[in-house]
């Protein structure tokens, strides 16, 4: 992402909030693991969506107006010392050069310089709530200016969301935003072509995850943008089957649910496929009636439509798709009026999708569901769920969960699906997984 895209950002936020603001914005917190080792750091969306900047221990601010320089970056100082072990830093010298700051301030001075930035600043943009300790330092900041009232300073009387304002913007991704969701995107769809053709029963669900990590690295994708799922058999009917732990069975479906990550933005792909490579009757009826759910959903993104359009149109089919297999009984109005299908589909069709797998956005506005307008990319993810031994259900049907998921775009014409090079149809699915067996 170019310099010239945070700065696009940051302009526009600053347009939003007006004269005599100031918005603070912390990076998120390394955390630990267990004893002294951390989790791999991945820097807050907000912070980096603003900034680029991927270090911790980080603090942006912006203050419209301001004479001495709008953009203000506290961050760590350069320290070969401790470069030597924890690896490079931008230092404040960086933090201006590389990162486009107007001025840059020890993380250190944080609570020394912080106060003096608010003089004179009406409203204060923050997201309060999200880290407690850090909402007690921006509070303290605050009385200190206010302790002054006597001197004739003034301070903040105002407290806004910035996430208000900040997640709606994030909804809308700019051109160079859906460049990198596109690389992501193939990048995952790759990775998941070679689990179709490296399937086979006795396997294992963890070695097709660590496949999948390792062809998205080795494509230049260092992380994932979530847990892989990786559910063979019955485990696909849990939704957020994470142990990855089982052989995989001759006759058995595999779902798996994964994507990686580019430059923090991330990909979200599920695909469902026989693990010797053949769908049984039972196993492609499911899945053909799942399949038609969601391009019946995915031919509801468009420009006009609403949010929940997409999961209407995916409940239809598979309600009457049900009702034709004797999974459902009754009429398609009198199930779709019950809300029959949430026996076996439980949850939405999708969610916006960008820097987090469950992006921003609202998803009504003033209690209405919003409408899709180009620039938006949400999944779309239909599925079906039929464990062992649920009752009044034919053993045939039991322990087959089916997902199919793509990540798709909002245009001014027809739907962009951005995961269209991974095989979905029954037929693409064989054919890719028995090429050369």
């Given at each position: 992402m170019q310099a010239a895209e945070f700065k696009r950002r940051r302009r526009q936020l600053m347009g939003m909030m007006g004269p005599g603001s100031v918005a603070i914005l912390p990076t998120a917190r390394e955390t630990i693991r267990n004893r002294d080792v951390h989790h791999p750091f991945r820097p807050d969306s907000d912070f980096f969506?603003?900034?680029?900047?991927?270090?911790?221990?980080?603090?942006?601010?912006?203050?419209?107006?301001?004479?001495?320089?709008?953009?203000?970056?506290?961050?760590?100082?350069?320290?070969?010392?401790?470069?030597?072990?924890?690896?490079?830093?931008?230092?404040?010298?960086?933090?201006?050069?590389i990162h486009g700051a107007d001025d840059a301030f020890p993380i250190t001075d944080l609570d020394d310089i912080l106060p003096g930035l608010l003089e004179e600043r009406e409203r204060v943009y923050f997201a309060m709530?999200?880290?407690?300790?850090?909402?007690?330092?921006?509070?303290?900041?605050?009385?200190?200016?206010?302790?002054?009232?006597?001197?004739?300073?003034?301070?903040?009387?105002?407290?806004?969301?910035?996430?208000?304002?900040?997640?709606?913007?994030?909804?809308?991704?700019?051109?160079?935003?859906?460049?990198?969701?596109?690389?992501?995107?193939?990048?995952?769809?790759?990775?998941?072509?070679?689990?179709?053709?490296?399937?086979?029963?006795?396997?294992?669900?963890?070695?097709?995850?660590?496949?999948?990590?390792?062809?998205?690295?080795?494509?230049?994708?260092?992380?994932?943008?979530?847990?892989?799922?990786?559910?063979?058999?019955?485990?696909?009917?849990?939704?957020?089957?994470?142990?990855?732990?089982?052989?995989?069975?001759?006759?058995?479906?595999?779902?798996?649910?994964?994507?990686?990550?580019?430059?923090?933005y991330a990909s979200d792909i599920t695909r469902t496929f026989p693990v010797n490579g053949r769908f049984s009757t039972p196993q492609r009826q499911l899945y053909q009636l799942v399949l038609d759910a969601q391009l019946a959903a995915i031919d509801k993104v468009r420009v006009g439509n609403h949010w929940n359009d997409p999961h209407e149109a995916a409940v239809r089919v598979l309600t009457r798709g049900l009702l034709k297999l004797g999974l459902l009984r009754g009429t398609l109005a009198k199930a779709l009026k019950a809300k029959s299908y949430q026996r076996f589909f439980m949850h939405r069709t999708g969610h916006w999708l960008g820097m987090d797998v469950h992006d921003v956005g609202d998803y009504k506005i003033d209690g209405h569901w919003r409408e899709l307008e180009p620039g938006m990319v949400l999944t779309v993810e239909p599925g079906l769920y039929i464990p062992r031994g649920v009752k009044g259900v034919a053993k045939k049907w039991q322990g087959i969960g089916i997902r199919i998921e793509d990540d798709v775009l909002v245009t001014n014409g027809d739907p962009d699906v951005l995961s269209r090079d991974v095989p979905k149809t029954v037929e693409q699915i064989e054919a890719v997984m028995n090429d050369g067996r």
């Open positions: 969506y603003l900034t680029g900047f991927a270090e911790p221990e980080a603090v942006l601010v912006l203050i419209p107006g301001r004479r001495h320089g709008e953009y203000i970056l506290f961050c760590r100082e350069k320290d070969p010392a401790k470069e030597l072990w924890d690896g490079y830093r931008a230092g404040l010298e960086g933090a201006v050069e709530g999200s880290d407690p300790a850090f909402d007690r330092r921006v509070s303290d900041w605050v009385s200190q200016v206010r302790s002054r009232a006597r001197a004739g300073v003034h301070g903040p009387i105002e407290f806004l969301a910035l996430d208000h304002y900040l997640h709606d913007m994030r909804l809308y991704k700019s051109r160079a935003e859906i460049a990198v969701m596109r690389r992501a995107a193939k990048t995952s769809a790759a990775a998941h072509r070679e689990l179709m053709r490296s399937s086979e029963p006795g396997m294992h669900e963890y070695q097709l995850a660590s496949l999948f990590a390792h062809r998205c690295q080795m494509a230049g994708a260092a992380h994932l943008a979530y847990p892989s799922i990786v559910g063979g058999g019955n485990n696909a009917c849990v939704l957020h089957y994470v142990d990855n732990a089982a052989p995989l069975d001759d006759g058995d479906l595999v779902l798996i649910d994964a994507g990686c990550e580019v430059d923090c």
